[in-house]
């Protein structure tokens, strides 16, 4: 889904792309990217596309605010680490 199928917003609930591992030269991977729930806690008014997260991990859960970053939208597909989309339909 698009973001402009309609803006993040304070509440909603998202998907944030974990950083994985990193590629190892055979190309495997220890820990790849994975889809973690993520509550938005903070939309930047400058821009819709960056949030502040709370990241729940089935083991944990971390901040991400806008102070310290924040996460920016990239399309599901891409598996970017660090940044959020719309959980996917299945
Ligand atoms: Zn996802």
Known sequence: MPLTA??????RTVHYV????PVREDGTQTFPSVCRTAIVTEVDPEDAGRVGLVVL???GQFFHP???GGSS?????GMVGGSWHWPERV
């Open 6 to 11: 309609g803006g993040p917003s304070v509440g």
């Open 18 to 21: 974990s950083h994985g591992t």
């Open 57 to 59: 991990n089935p083991s």
């Open 66 to 68: 806008l102070a310290a």
């Open 73 to 77: 939208y990239a399309e599901a597909a």
